[in-house]
Every structure is written in C-alpha cells, then in structure tokens.
C-alpha cells in the first residue's frame, strides 16, 4: 500500500505560477511511474505529466512549456510546476503512483484544487 499526500493547490491569477508536491509513503525507487492527472468540472480525469522509471518524461500537449515534473528522492516527493496558468487550468490535481509488474497497483493522491482565475 502506498499512501500519497498532496498540497500546493490553491487560487492564482492567469499568467501566475503554482507549485504542486505529492509525498509518498514508500521510496520512489520502488515506483513504476510518478504522474499528475487533473480533472475538470463536467470533463474525464486526463493526464498532466508523467515520469516513467528509467527517467523518460512526457507531458500532454495542455501543459508542454508550461509545466515541469521533477522528482526529489530523498525526500520521495514529486512535483508539478506550474507557469503561465490559464482559466482553462482549473481542475482538481491528482498524483498518482504505480507499482508491481507492468504496473498494475495504481495509487491515488487525494486531490488538490487549483482555481486559474482573476
């Protein structure tokens, strides 16, 4: 079991800037992938960015040049910068986690709610 604390959300003016973090209870080493996943009033969860062991990163389209994944091991923490916010950023943040073969545990943040707004 892996439990995953999330915080940094909160209200931002567009063009602002947020730093989400998501703590995990286990060290990131034994990780599959680390990701971000948002989800939107009315729309699916979609996924944000995503690190996969070995290192590779991918970012959706939404969020390429804008956002930044990156990882602290020692404190097996990930986060999610974000710059150059839009309204249509608005949604509930998601870490997610996964472990086992082919990564078939998935582990889920609580959520944290980011409002782009003026």
């Known amino acids: 079991q892996v439990q995953l604390v999330e915080s940094g959300g909160g209200l931002v003016q567009p063009g602002g800037s947020l730093r989400l973090s998501c703590a995990a209870s286990?060290?990131?080493?034994?990780?599959?992938?680390m990701g971000w996943f948002r989800q939107a009033p009315g729309k699916q969860r979609e996924s944000v960015a995503l690190?996969?062991?070995?290192?590779?990163?991918t970012y959706a389209d939404s969020g390429k040049g804008r956002f930044t994944i990156s990882t602290d091991n020692a404190k097996n923490t990930v986060y999610l910068q974000m710059n150059s916010l839009k309204p249509e950023d608005t949604a509930v943040y998601y870490c997610?986690?996964?472990?086992?073969?082919?990564?078939?545990?998935?582990?889920w943040g609580q959520g944290t709610q980011v409002t782009v707004s003026s």
């Open positions: 997610q986690v996964t472990t086992g073969n082919g990564g078939r545990n998935a582990y």
């Open positions: 286990v060290s990131m080493f034994s990780l599959n992938t």
């Open positions: 690190i996969i062991s070995g290192g590779r990163i």
